[in-house]
C-alpha cells in the first residue's frame, strides 16, 4: 500500500459542491462516505480529491438518479482498479472485528460506518480505519478541518462518547469493503523474543501445521514456519503469564523452536501434553464423505482460497473462490456456528466439485446447518478429480448475479422454482459439456446443472458465466 492521502470533505476547496444528482447536498455536509473512498483509493495509489472522484461517479452515473446517495459498486467504473467487495450491517449485531483485522492484516483498510448524534437511530457517518494499535483502530474521520485533526484512535472518538462504550464492536455501525492492486507481501522478520525468562514446562502443538508467526496477528506477512502436531515448544514467558493462556481463545504465548526459530503462536492450539491421536508427520491426507445434509457455507469477500493446508502462502492454493459461492462443511454444525466469522479459525469444506481442502472461517458465512438436498442424488467421497487422456472434465459455471432460479423444468413459472442462487454460485453442467458450453450467455436457452448440495435442475444460460480457470494445485514446501 502506499501512504494514505488524508481529505476532509469540509474543506473549503469542494464542502460547497452539489453531491452527486442532488440540487441541494453538498460535499461539506454529506460526503463522508465520497471522501472516505478518496483516502482509501489514494493507499493503492489513485491520485484524487473528493471533487474530483464525485465528478468521476457521475459521469459514470455512480449516485442514485437525482439524489447524492453514492452507488458503491459503481467505483470500479470510476476509478479502474478499485473495487467494492461488500457491506456488512452490523447495527442489530456487533461488528465484524475478526473479519476487518483480516482486511487490515493484509494492508487493505476498510470504510466504517458510526452513528454520529445521539437521536434515536443511527445517523450514518463513515470513516476510514487504517490501522489497529494496542486493540484500538485508527481511523482518518473525514469530516474535520484542518485534516491534522482527523487521525484518531476510535474508542476515544466523539463516537465512542455519542455510543456510550469504548467497544468498536458496538461503535462500528456497518463496515464497506473495497478493494484494489495488489502489493507484494514483505517476508516477516522474525523477532527476538528471548529474554531469559522461561517456563517450567514446554507446549506442544495440538494441531497440525501449526502457525509460529513473527507478530500476534494472522496475516501473510506474519508466517514464519508451521510445524507438525506434536510439536514440542520452549515458552518464553514465566508460568503464571503462560498457564492463563494456554487453551484461552484470542491469546497468544511466545515460544522457541529446537531450530531456534524464536515467534509467537496460538495459545488455544498448544497443550502441555502431546496428541496420543495425532497421525504421523507425513500421513496422507484422509477424504472424507460428503453427507447431503452438512451445513453449507459461502464465501462474503471475492477471492476466497481454497487450501490444501491453513497456510496463507501461494502454494497451498487449489482454487479461487468467489463472492457467494457455496461450500459444504465437513465438520459439525456446532464447530461451524463456532468458527465462522472468527479470525484464526479455518474450515474444511468440500466444493461443487467435491474438491476437498480448507478455508478461513472468517471469510465465509453460514448458509444453512445442515439442510437437505433437493434432489435425490446422493455424493461419495472423491480427492480432488484427475481426467483421463481425452476425458473432458467438467464444465464449472457460476451465476452471473444475485437470485438466478434453479429450475425443475427450462421455462419460467413458479411452479418450477426449486431456488434462487447467490451471484457466484459454483454448479457443476450436466450432460454434453460442448453442448452446454456452446448455451452460456445465449437468451432464451437454458443448460442442466448441479449444484453444491447435490440439487439438479435447469438455469437461465444467459445468466450464468464460465468459471475461470483454477491455479494448479502445488505440494506446500515442507517448514525446515
Known sequence: MAEIKQFSQTDPAWKSKLLGFDKASNIGNFGCLLTSITMLASGYGVSETPDTLNEKMKKVVGFSAGTAFLIPGAISAALPG????TYSNCSGAPAPLAEIDGWLGRGKPVVVEVDWSPQAGVQTHYMLVYGKENGDYLVYDPYPFPIANGKIKLSQSKYAQIGGTKD???IITGVMYFDGPGVAVPPPSAPKLDKGVYASFPVYASADELAIRSQMLVAENTLLKRVAANTEMKILEADAVAKAKIGVQNQWIPVKLT????GYTAAWLVSKTKNSAAPAPGTPPVVAPVSKNA???KASTDGLKLRSKPDSTDVTILK?????AELKVLEPASEVQRKVGKMY???????VQNIQGVVAAWYVNIVSLGAAAFGPEAQRPTSAPNFAIGEVPPLILRAAEDGVAMRSKAFISQRTLIQRLPQGAELVALGRQS???KKIGKAGKWIRVKDVKGNRGYVAAWLVEERPADPAPQVSPKDC
Not at 259 to 262: A, P
Open 345 to 351: 479459525e479455518w474450515l474444511k469444506v468440500a466444493d
Open 259 to 262: 531450530d531456534g526459530t524464536q
Open 295 to 297: 451445513p453449507v457455507v
Open 82 to 85: 478499485i473495487r467494492y467487495v
Open 320 to 324: 479461487v473462490l468467489p463472492i457467494g
Open 435 to 437: 453442448t452446454a458450453a
Open 168 to 170: 468498536p464492536a458496538k
